[in-house]
């Protein structure tokens, strides 16, 4: 049973270019959950999807938009790159109505010069 | 609003001691606590859950942790620490609004081991 699984593991950008990151969660899971983890911090929250929507928002700019695929996968997107949106984006899979039990993938490294 | 705060940014211990690695929290009401743990270059790992059920909460590896209502914490604990250990911890609160829940973390304790 693949856990969740996240492309590209690593990734260059200039400031003010736009990125794509990709999830897909664990097998029978049916919400994805996207935090950044900035060097020596923990994950923040950034935006949580089911059913297609975004059901909760944390405390991120409107650059950073997100979608949730009939198959359950996901994608972060991030507009106009600033240096600090360098980090460790993690995507989080869940059961609905256990969502409070997250497994995480392995992270994109996002690198902004 | 639900926080939580890891008393000791690092804790270095030698191989085969104790291992205490402390958390508080703050909530209005019950929540669920975990502890995730993340080894270098690696995604995190669930390493246990408390959803009020039992205080005393086991989870991989050797690990377990207390909830302590009166004392507001969730202390992580091992009896005897290994190498393998070594890696940064983070204390972890769930926050639930309308069904769904999202997870605040700690800003993480890293855990140094010795041989």
């Known amino acids: 049973d693949a856990g969740v699984t996240q492309s590209p593991t690593h990734l260059i950008k200039t400031r003010g270019q736009q990125v794509t990151l990709r999830c897909s969660p664990k097998?029978?899971?049916?919400?994805v959950s996207w935090y950044q983890q900035a060097l020596g911090q923990g994950p923040q929250f950034i935006f949580q999807y089911y059913e297609e929507e975004e059901r909760q928002r944390g405390n991120f700019p409107d650059r950073f938009s997100g979608h949730q695929f009939p198959n359950y996968s996901s994608e972060l997107n991030v507009n106009a790159l600033l240096l600090g949106d360098s980090a460790l984006y993690l995507c989080?899979?869940?059961?609905?109505?256990?969502?409070?039990?997250?497994?995480f993938g392995p992270g994109t490294r996002l690198t902004v010069t | 609003a639900q926080s939580v705060t890891q008393l000791d940014s690092h804790v270095s211990v030698s191989e085969g001691t104790p291992v205490l690695l402390r958390c508080n929290y703050s909530s209005s009401y019950s929540p669920s606590l975990f502890w995730y743990v993340q080894h270098p270059n690696k995604g995190l790992q669930l390493l246990l859950k408390?959803?009020?059920?039992?205080?005393l909460v086991k989870g991989i590896n050797g690990f377990e942790a207390e909830f302590k209502k009166s004392e507001t914490s969730f202390h992580l604990t091992k009896p005897s620490a290994h190498m393998s250990d070594a890696a940064e911890y983070f204390c972890v609160v769930s926050l639930s609004n309308s069904g769904y829940s999202t997870l605040t973390f700690g800003k993480g304790t890293m855990l140094l081991v010795s041989p």
């Open positions: 097998s029978g899971h049916d919400t």
């Open positions: 408390y959803t009020s059920a039992a205080t």
């Open positions: 989080a899979s869940s059961f609905f109505v256990a969502s409070y039990e997250q497994y």
